[in-house]
């Protein structure tokens, strides 16, 4: 099983973890004061201790958010494992016509019940 992210919507202070998007990328965060929407925030988890992690944005790149699992899912074809669909039913049409592709997808808990 593996976890995504569900946006909960924008950052308000009574909801433990909130992300800020930075780079494209969501990093868990501390937010320690809002001012005039600009967040002053700590990114937690950073491993890089030569920088600063603390640091001044927008408060519209916040979001309540939580980690949810996901299924994983794949393609199995005659021994391989393909994570794209597209690339297994592609090698099934032109190289293994014979052999049977096979969807696989991980039952959750609670699902199926």
Known sequence: MTKKLKILGPYTPDHDGPYAWITGHPKLCVVHSVVDNVAFITVLG???????????????????AEEVPEAREFWV???LIFLNKGEATRIHDNAMPRSELIHVREVLPGEGE
Not at 47 to 58: D, E, M, P, Y
Request: with cysteine; proline share 0%; aromatic share 14%.
């Open 46 to 64: 950073e491993r890089n201790t030569f920088t600063c992690n603390t640091f001044a944005c927008s408060v519209d790149y916040i979001r309540n």
């Open 77 to 79: 074809l005659g021994g």
